[in-house]
């Protein structure tokens, strides 16, 4: 092998190598308060066990409503890797709205970047309306600090198609492991008091819970912030 040839395959051997290694950073960034961070919630039993949780039969029911007709009509997104449920959620409102835009594509051109994949921090709650609103063009709220009330009549208006709502939650209320999330709602079965939350994550897929456990969820604070998580309201039409 003639000596520059064998330069260059050094340097992009080491090149790859240096990505290789970035790569590994980035991900050990994002995955070491998953496991580092004490479990706060370990007590907690989780939704899992309801019989609720992921019924048949009612989440055939909560998928006929108005709303969630529409986000299976179209493709529904899962997140890629854990930092990205923020846009993964815009991604998934958008397609239920007719705009076909993927998880990375919302993050074009945005003040949010990834390295490798990976969104570092993720989104908080006013990120993650910024992005909705820059991304749809509609009228977008923040719904936080919620009495338990005022977040139940919240979810009776998730079957209206002239909405479309975010949560922003945190997992260990429901499971009792996990840290914070985001997803949209897709539906609200009334006569049982429980919400379909179109969970982003594949490893959890849709779920339906009761209106209460959420707002629980919901009604945490976020350490990036100091601020309670919530709700985000985007005017459909």
């Known amino acids: 092998m003639k000596p520059g040839r064998k330069s260059t395959l050094v340097r992009a051997a080491l090149v790859l190598g ?29 939704i899992e066990r309801e019989s609720e949780y992921q019924n048949a039969d009612l989440l055939r029911a909560a998928w ?15 997140q890629h890797n854990q930092s990205v449920c923020g846009p993964t959620s815009v991604a998934d409102v958008l397609h239920s ?28 709650l006013d990120q993650e309306a910024e992005l909705m609103k820059s991304r749809t063009g509609r009228r977008v709220e923040i719904l936080r600090d919620l009495t338990l009330d005022q977040f139940r009549a919240r979810m009776r208006e998730v079957n209206d198609p002239a909405r479309r709502y975010v949560v922003n939650f945190h997992r260990g209320p429901l499971f009792g492991r996990g840290h914070g999330h985001f997803s ?40 990036a912030t100091g601020r309670k998580r ?6 459909a039409p």
């Open 64 to 78: 006929s409503s108005p709303v969630a007709a529409r986000f299976a009509s179209v493709p529904y997104e899962f």
């Open 230 to 235: 919530g709700l985000i309201e985007v005017a």
């Open 18 to 46: 240096a990505a290789l290694l970035l790569a590994a950073g980035l991900a050990g960034y994002q995955l070491a308060p998953l496991l580092l961070e004490p479990n706060a919630y370990a007590d907690v039993a989780s």
């Open 184 to 223: 949209p709602l897709v539906a609200y079965l009334p006569d049982r008091d429980l919400v379909l939350v179109g969970d982003v994550n594949a490893a959890y897929r849709p779920f339906l819970v009761p209106t209460d456990r959420l707002w629980q969820a919901a009604d945490t604070v976020d350490s």
């Open 97 to 124: 709205l007719g705009e076909p835009l993927s998880q990375e594509q919302v993050l074009a051109n945005s003040p949010y970047r990834t390295w490798f994949g990976y969104l570092l921090g993720g989104l908080t």
